[in-house]
Each structure stands twice: as C-alpha cells, then as structure tokens.
C-alpha cells in the first residue's frame, strides 16, 4: 500500500510543470490571436478564440489564415 503514494508522488513531479508550459503556451498564442484579431476587427473570431481552448490550435490557424492581411494593416 505504501507504493500508491509514492508512484502518485512521481507522477505528479512531472505532470504540474508540464500543465504549467501547456497553460502558458495556450495564452501566449491566445493573446497574440485575440489582438490581432481585435486590430482587424474580425469579432467572430476574436469570440471563438476567447471560448474555445485548444492548446493554441485555433489562435495559430488564425495567425496563419491572416498574416498577409496583419502585414498590411500596419
């Protein structure tokens, strides 16, 4: 019985600092995406990256789809 909290212990060693990366990688893509969508007044888009978290897929196929036109806005 002594091993379950040992082996959950070590799990849990490498499972926070890889939830805190995946946490930070989400926002920083989300931010980026929600800005530049906000600058190119494209409302559906900034609502569904503000709703919908998926691992920073959605804000990187924005920020792909429209990089030529952010190129030019500035």
């Given at each position: 019985?002594?091993?379950l909290?040992?082996?959950?212990?070590?799990?849990m060693?490498?499972l926070?600092?890889?939830?805190?990366?995946?946490?930070?990688?989400?926002?920083?893509w989300?931010?980026?995406?929600?800005w530049?969508?906000?600058?190119n007044?494209?409302?559906?888009?900034?609502?569904l990256?503000?709703v919908?978290?998926?691992?920073g897929?959605?804000?990187?196929?924005?920020?792909?789809?429209?990089?030529?036109?952010n190129?030019?806005?500035?």
């Open positions: 019985m002594d091993q909290p040992q082996q959950f212990t070590e799990i060693v490498w926070i600092p890889l939830i805190i990366i995946l946490s930070v990688w989400e926002i920083v989300k931010i980026i995406a929600m530049k969508s906000a600058r007044n494209d409302l559906l888009w900034f609502i990256i503000a919908i978290n998926t691992v897929i959605l804000p990187i196929i924005y920020i792909l789809i429209h990089k030529k036109k190129e030019n806005v500035s």
